[in-house]
């Protein structure tokens, strides 16, 4: 490596540094190199890249109204309510969600198509959520992405956006191929399930998420499956969580037929009709 270059990587190094950063979910000081104000930058300009390589919005501004007025519900009670959120419908067939720095989360049709229930959908929307506060994208582009973050990302956080549309197409595939360690993942869902049971949702919708992820053979979401710990351990402590935090459920939201009529009947071709009378049941 020549002196010159070493320099820079010191400099980039020196301007990303920023010392340790309290994780607001376990209280504790982390290492961290990207500050609050880079997490917000990063989520803003890679956003729509990322969007596109998710297949773009789904066109259906309902559908994206709900989804996000569920997210913000959930934002609004979470460690950093005073962010900026976007939850955001994407058409990519994968079943997944995608958590950016500083508040831009996406949510697939491949996913949507295979939750049943609004708590549901809460659960997911919650464990993404808590990957923001708890900032563990920035802690992972740290760990993963290392030098390629210094110099492609050093343009994210600067003034200007990439001029070659290729580097910054790939750092935003980086983004979405990241992944969360396994203490991150156990964070986001127990988190997760605190965030949707004060938001009103019912808490097995974390458990239920867990199991359809289990069923997922053959589809593994980059962000659930390839991660540990395995969806068999987690369905075993979010119900010890129930058992021991919320024992009674009673009267939280599980919102079957708002799901299907908001979401499901949307995107699909043979929508099923819900009277009026059924949404008083659940
Ligand atoms: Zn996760």
Redesign the pocket.
Known sequence: MTGKLTLLILSLAICFCTGCAVNPITGEEELMFISENQDIEIGRKYAPEIEKQLGGRIDNPDLQNYIDSIGQKIARISHRPNWEYHFTAVEHKMVNAIALPGGHIFVTKGMLEKLTTEAQLAALLA??TV?VTARHSSAAISRQMGLSFLFLGATAAGANIPQDAGRAAAFALQLIGLK?SRV??RQ?DVAGMDYMVVAGYNPYGAVELMQMLEDQDKVKPA??LS?HPSPENRIIYLNARIQTRYDSSEGLRIGKNAYRSAVLNRLSKDPIEISPLDHLNN
Do not use: K, L
């Open positions: 464990h993404e990957h969360y991150q993942e986001a962000e659930f991660s």
